[in-house]
């Protein structure tokens, strides 16, 4: 008698709401940080390449810090954009939705705003901490969590939104 009640149980509201409620939500943005995480890991060892390597560890050089984290942000976003493509925003509608070259318009224009804050955060921080050593892959790591956050919401609700179906 129970195994009949199963399947009711199974399509009852409140099991239907779980899978339409916050919880797929909150995995998808789980998701996103991992990628995240990745993309962040693209970007910082991007920035250290081109500063260590390229300009010769040159320090107190605002453009060149700004060239690195510049070319760095981008090396990020386009793993990012890959990335989440295949394993954050999976749902039909929305990798249909992620994959117009308005949508990519759109990724880039959140990542330029994200990009800009990056910038004008890292500028902030290593004033504030200054930049011997490695303190400016510190600093980014602090940026890089702020940035996480708009990054997802803006593409979420901007690129990858669920039509209404009201």
């Known amino acids: ?49 081109v500063r260590e390597h390229v300009f010769g560890g040159a320090r107190n050089d605002a453009v060149r810090l700004g060239i690195s984290v510049a070319l760095g942000f981008l090396a990020g976003l386009l793993v990012n954009y890959l990335l989440s493509q295949l394993f954050v925003f999976t749902a039909p509608g929305q990798q249909e939705r992620g994959r117009s070259v308005s949508a990519f318009a759109r990724y880039a224009i959140i990542g330029i705003i994200g990009l800009g804050l990056t910038e004008l955060l890292m500028l902030i921080g290593v004033r504030l901490v200054g930049d011997h050593g490695l303190r400016y892959l510190i600093v980014k790591a602090f940026v890089a969590g702020i940035v996480l956050i708009w990054n997802y919401a803006g593409r979420r609700l901007w690129i990858y939104q669920e039509k209404s179906h009201s």
């Open 1 to 49: 008698m129970s195994e009949s009640k199963t399947p009711a149980a199974r399509s009852s509201p409140s099991a239907s709401s779980k899978t339409h409620g916050l919880f797929p939500l909150i995995r998808e943005f789980l998701r996103y940080t991992v990628v995240g995480g990745i993309s962040f890991l693209v970007d910082l060892g991007v920035i250290y390449l």
